[in-house]
């Protein structure tokens, strides 16, 4: 199967696979540098944090560490779809429905260039 994407188009979603990889790495960094800052100077978890998860408790954990850990967890999501999406740009797989094998469009791509599905199957997911 050739592909449906011409150079110019896989080089346009490739910087914007590449600069939302970047940017991602950024902030789960600084995330993770901040919250594990406590580690490196004390050598431990903080008490807090230990009795509250040693107890399956996050409410004595503060609310923006807890924030941020969500948030970093999507974050760690998102990064895993772009780092897959980049493995694949220059395979004949990408582009192409990994359910039906029907073509994604560029400008779908365009909009989220880590797509694996077309609209109908995700569309068939989230029901």
């Known amino acids: 199967m050739s592909s449906h994407l011409s150079s110019q188009q896989r080089s346009a979603l490739r910087l914007d696979l590449e600069d939302r990889q970047s940017e991602l790495i950024v ?16 050598g431990s978890v903080p008490e807090s944090w230990r009795l509250a998860l040693g107890e399956g408790r996050t409410d004595q954990v503060p609310v923006d560490d ?7 967890g999507g974050e760690l999501e998102e990064l895993y779809r772009v780092n897959r999406a980049l ?35 995700r569309r068939d997911e989230s029901t």
Do not use: K, W
């Open 27 to 42: 902030e789960v960094y600084s995330v993770a540098r901040r919250l594990l800052a406590p580690l490196r100077s004390v």
């Open 66 to 72: 807890v924030e941020q850990l969500r948030n970093m």
């Open 87 to 121: 493995a694949r740009l220059d395979s004949c797989d990408y582009g192409v429905c990994g359910h039906c094998s029907q073509r994604i469009g560029f400008e779908s791509l365009a909009v989220d260039p880590t797509l694996d599905a077309c609209a109908d199957c």
